[in-house]
């Protein structure tokens, strides 16, 4: 096997899914971690090129529809994937890329 086919098998085992990313959401009360989560999410949209838009939800009652306990929280495809923590750039990516 050469080096080249290698790194193929080695990318076709560990390629994410090819979900389609088609709603995020940021779901915080408006504090100042709330605000770096969705800074930190818009910035990885951005520089994963992808389309679409950040919403962010501040409403109580569409908060604990995600059953979010703790901010800020993040959600991708309508699915809680984070809370409790503001996450970096580079982990939002890893939600979303």
Request: aromatic share 4%; glycine share 8%; charged share 30%.
């Amino acid at each position: 096997m050469s080096i080249f086919s290698k790194k193929k098998e080695e990318g076709c085992c560990c390629e994410k899914s090819n979900v389609e990313v088609k709603n995020i959401k940021v779901l915080g009360l408006g504090c100042k971690s709330c605000h770096q989560m969705l800074e930190n999410t818009q910035q990885a949209v951005k520089e994963l090129n992808l389309n679409v838009e950040v919403e962010y939800i501040t409403e109580l009652e569409k908060i604990m529809a995600y059953g979010a306990m703790s901010m800020p929280g993040l959600v991708v495809n309508d699915k809680l994937v984070s809370v409790g923590k503001v996450l970096k750039c580079d982990e939002v990516k890893k939600y979303i890329g």
